[in-house]
Structure formats: C-alpha cells, structure tokens
C-alpha cells in the first residue's frame, strides 16, 4: 500500500512539474511540506514521525560517534575518489555505475 501511495504522489508531483513548468525542486519542497502536514492532522497522537535508532552504525553516523581512525579513513577514501574522478575527466563515470 505504501509503494502505490508514494508513487502516486511521485506521479502528481511531476504532472504539476511538467504541467505548469514549475521547478521540480520547489515542486518537492511544497509537496514535502504538503504532505507533513497532513500526515500531522491525520495523527492523533502528533507524534512528529521521528525514526528513534537505539544502535548500531546508523546511530553511531547520526550521532558522529564514529572513532578516529575510521574518521581518518573514510576522510581519505573520499579524498582519493574525488582525485581520481578529477583525472578522469568530466565525462567520468561513477565507481558506483560500472
């Protein structure tokens, strides 16, 4: 049900896109905004929809209570992917679409 919900938002949001030629971006912030609120007024509860993680990797990067060596490692991975994709050219394929 969620799947055919969010997809027939998806399908409104970009009819009015293209529609009205309105920029999709202030098309999705609206419809974001759009959408919170009536998700607020059908709640009873009003709980905010926040997502609580109590563990693991998520709640160690959402909190930043990662250690300082895979700090220090993940700092140089993206370092060294953004230096490679320079020499790559701009027509340069993600590592991620091979």
Do not use: E
Request: aromatic content about 10%; charged content about 10%.
């Amino acid at each position: 049900m969620a799947v055919i919900a969010t997809t027939a938002i998806g399908a409104l949001q970009g009819l009015i896109t293209i529609v009205l030629k309105a920029p999709s971006f202030i098309v999705t912030l609206a419809g974001s905004l759009f959408w919170k609120r009536g998700l607020y007024l059908i709640d009873d509860n009003n709980a905010g929809g926040t997502i609580p993680t109590q563990g693991g990797a998520i709640h160690d990067i959402v909190n930043s209570n990662l250690t300082p060596l895979v700090t220090w490692i993940f700092t140089l991975w993206c370092r060294w992917n953004g230096r490679h994709r320079l020499q790559q050219g701009p027509g340069a394929t993600s590592q991620w679409t091979r």
